[in-house]
């Protein structure tokens, strides 16, 4: 299973980004894709998740601002940032799990994690 991460860069607060990522060799009836990010001297945070069904969950914090979506015809998961603000800022990360989405926002629910693409967002 291969996870590659792209479309991070440097925008100005009130900007959008779309990062994107490339799975190959994953495939599971049951699943949950996910989306983190850790900024210096902070732990790892849940973005958003998407499952097999589609259904999606976000943290408050970019609720209503971000939107996780996926294209399974071309195995790329996708976070739209909108409205981005300097505490945006951080590495992201999309992870893969074999089962559902409970407990999305615990990175010790996913098995396999993609390499990162930053993020930064100035003011």
């Known amino acids: 299973v291969q996870l590659v991460e792209s479309g991070g860069g440097s925008v100005q607060a009130g900007g959008s980004l779309r990062l994107s990522c490339a799975a190959s060799g994953f495939t599971y009836s049951r699943s949950c894709m996910g989306w983190f990010r850790q900024a210096p001297g902070k732990e790892r945070e849940g973005v958003a998740a998407?499952?097999?069904?589609?259904?999606?969950t976000y943290a408050d914090s970019v609720k209503g601002r971000f939107t996780i979506s996926q294209d399974n015809a071309k195995n790329t998961l996708y976070l739209q940032m909108n409205s981005l603000k300097p505490e945006d800022t951080a590495m992201y990360y999309c992870?893969?799990?074999?089962?559902?989405?409970?407990?999305?926002?615990?990175?010790?629910?996913?098995?396999?994690w993609g390499q990162g693409t930053q993020v930064t967002v100035s003011s």
């Open positions: 992870a893969a799990a074999r089962w559902y989405c409970r407990g999305w926002a615990n990175s010790d629910l996913y098995n396999y």
């Open positions: 998407i499952d097999s069904y589609s259904s999606t």
